[in-house]
């Protein structure tokens, strides 16, 4: 954890550069600092994932209508500052990359950020964490 994930219309692809959008919202998290200047998600547990959704309806259907939403889960722990800030610089990513397409047609952009606060089970087996904690 953290996971950003993405669901978005089909559509979005033709116009929207989608990996690169993941790419540019993992970096903008791994760049994430919280009061004490320490990185906010960890580098190995970092991950933007991006789904067309099979089947949409949207609006009236009357028109050439889109959307994206992004979901990011994170564990409890953090000020509601480092939410505020981690929010107001994925929502400008999404913006930067996506602005052109809603200047064109009608797109609904969501982010929403939960904190998992009622886990009841959380398990990780990784080979990838100990590569990024070598040299804490």
Same mark, same amino acid.
């Given at each position: ?6 669901? $978005?219309?089909?559509d ?7 990996p690169?959008?993941?790419r540019?919202? %993992?970096?903008?998290?791994?760049? *994430?600092?919280?009061?004490?200047? /320490?990185q906010?998600?960890?580098?190995? &547990?970092? +991950?933007v994932? %991006? =789904?067309?959704?099979?089947? %949409?309806?949207?609006?009236? &259907?009357? &028109?050439? $209508? &889109?959307?994206? =939403?992004?979901?990011?889960?994170? @564990?409890? @722990? +953090?000020?509601?500052?480092?939410? *505020? ?9 999404? +913006? /930067? ?6 200047? *064109?047609?009608?797109? @609904? ?11 009841? =089970?959380? %398990? ?11 040299n804490?």
């Amino acid at each position: 954890m953290p996971h950003l994930v993405l669901l $978005y219309s089909p559509d979005i692809e033709a116009d929207a550069d989608m990996p690169g959008l993941c790419r540019a919202l %993992a970096d903008c998290m791994l760049e *994430q600092r919280d009061d004490n200047a /320490r990185q906010v998600f960890p580098t190995g &547990g970092t +991950r933007v994932l %991006a =789904y067309p959704a099979a089947h %949409a309806a949207i609006a009236d &259907g009357q &028109g050439s $209508y &889109g959307f994206v =939403y992004a979901n990011l889960r994170m @564990g409890s @722990g +953090r000020s509601a500052t480092v939410h *505020q800030q981690v929010g107001d610089n994925l929502l400008a990513v999404l +913006r /930067r990359h996506l602005d052109p397409l809603l200047a *064109q047609r009608p797109v @609904g952009v969501t982010l929403q950020i939960d904190e998992s606060q009622a886990q009841v =089970y959380d %398990a990780k087996h990784s080979s990838l964490h100990p590569l990024f904690n070598r040299n804490s």
